[in-house]
Every structure is written in C-alpha cells, then in structure tokens.
Nanobody, 115 residues
Framework: QVQLVESGGGLVQPGGSLRLSCAASISIVSVFAMGWYRQGPGEQRELVAR???????NYADSVKGRFTISRDVAKNTVYLQMNSLKPEDTAVYYC?????????WGQGTQVIVSS
C-alpha cells in the first residue's frame, strides 16, 4: 500500500507564498508521475502540476510562472512551491502518485488565500 502524506497548507494572504510537501512511502523513482491536484469549493479536482519520471513537468495554465514542482528522490518527497497566491488558489491540495496500473492519493491539505 502506497502512502502519501501532505503537509504545508494553511492560511495566507494574497500575494503570499506556501510550500507544500508530499512524503511517499515508496521510492518515487519507480512512480510514473508524481503530481499535485486541487479541488476548490464546489469544483472538480484539477491538475495543478506534475513531474514525470523522465523529468518532464506539466503545469496548469492558471499557475504557470507562480508555482514550481520539484522532487527530492533521496527523501521520496515532492514539493509544490506556491508564490503570488491568489484567492482563487483556495482549495484542498492533493498529492498523487500515478503508477500507471494504480493511482494513489494523499489525504489532502487545505490552502486558504484570504485577507
């Protein structure tokens, strides 16, 4: 069973920054893609950013230039650095491990951007 544990969420003012962390119970080198998704109130879950095993990175258009995904394979941890946060970034952020045949999710961490 793969476990993903997110941390780093919280309340931040518009324009502020947060860094989310996702610690995996397995070697992330073996994962096809590690990603961050989010689900705002009344909205569907959407991809924010993902990093594929070959190093390729994808971002949602809404976060390009503001968010950065990275990984530390020695710590089996994936990060999401979020800068210039906007109220519309308010959501529960979920870590995802896509292993092609199986998909695993963390429990989510709440991010609230408000003054």
């Amino acid at each position: 069973q793969v476990q993903l544990v997110e941390s780093g969420g919280g309340l931040v003012q518009p324009g502020g920054s947060l860094r989310l962390s996702c610690a995996a119970s397995i070697s992330i080198v073996s994962v096809f893609a590690m990603g961050w998704y989010r689900q705002g109130p009344g909205e569907q879950r959407e991809l924010v950013a993902r990093i594929i095993s070959n190093g390729n990175i994808n971002y949602a258009d809404s976060v390009k230039g503001r968010f950065t995904i990275s990984r530390d394979v020695a710590k089996n941890t994936v990060y999401l650095q979020m800068n210039s946060l906007k109220p519309e970034d308010t959501a529960v952020y979920y870590c995802n491990a896509n292993m092609v045949r199986n998909n695993y999710w963390g429990q989510g961490t709440q991010v609230i951007v408000s003054s």
